[in-house]
């Protein structure tokens, strides 16, 4: 019988940047958080957007079909 251990994921912490101005070409600018391992390296980026205000949580009613 073998005994193989398993690979496992190496963990980070993590770094986060609060109300990050972008600007954007037209002269607007919005405001991001920033989340991002706290190590050097290149790692895959997950965008979230949405019209409304970044910092509020919605939860769908129960009723929500």
């Known amino acids: ?5 398993a690979a496992t994921a190496p963990t980070y912490g993590i770094v ?6 972008v ?3 037209d002269g ?4 991001a958080d920033v989340f991002r391992p706290d190590a050097a390296g290149r ?3 997950i ?3 949405g019209p409304y205000q970044k910092d509020k ?3 769908p009613p129960d ?3």
């Open 1 to 5: 019988m073998r005994n193989e251990t």
């Open 16 to 21: 986060i940047e609060k109300d990050v101005d």
């Open 23 to 25: 600007p954007m070409r």
């Open 28 to 31: 607007a600018r919005l405001r």
């Open 43 to 45: 790692f895959p980026a």
């Open 47 to 49: 965008l979230n957007l």
């Open 57 to 59: 949580l919605w939860i």
């Open 63 to 65: 009723n929500l079909e």
